[in-house]
Nanobody
Framework: VQLQASGGGLVQAGGSLRLSCAGSLRLFSVYPMGWFRQAPGKEREFVAVVASNGNSTYYKGSVKGRFTISRDNAKNTMYLQMNSLKPEDTAVYYC?????????????????????WGQGTQVTVSS
């Protein structure tokens, strides 16, 4: 297993969860890492991405201000702190490694630009 996502669960609207993505990838700290999510019957969508050194982050508009992506390269782990959760945040959340060492603002939302996907963790937000 190269990427392991965890931390999902059932939470009421307005609540919080913190997802983790532990990597056993060689050169984990060299590449940006991202979170995607997929709700039933919908396509997988971009949520957030963090640069290799953690200094740059980008978010899907609807989660900006509520979610925070971060990473600890010493632990080969990435996080997604989710606050003020809404029922529409319900989905399986996946972590993945970006293919290039630098984030391109042209394609960081595209799933095809990521590799080494984790198995996903379910987040369910009840109203």
């Amino acid at each position: 297993v190269q990427l392991q996502a965890s931390g999902g669960g059932l939470v009421q609207a307005g609540g919080s969860l913190r997802l983790s993505c532990a990597g056993s990838l060689r050169l984990f700290s060299v590449y940006p890492m991202g979170w995607f999510r997929q709700a039933p019957g919908k396509e997988r969508e971009f949520v957030a991405v963090v640069a290799s050194n953690g200094n740059s982050t980008y978010y899907k508009g609807s989660v900006k201000g509520r979610f925070t992506i971060s990473r600890d390269n010493a632990k080969n782990t990435m996080y997604l702190q989710m606050n003020s959760l809404k029922p529409e945040d319900t989905a399986v959340y996946y972590c993945a490694q970006y293919r290039a060492t630098m984030i391109s603002t042209y394609d960081y939302t595209r799933a095809l630009r990521y590799r080494y996907w984790g198995q996903g963790t379910q987040v369910t937000v009840s109203s």
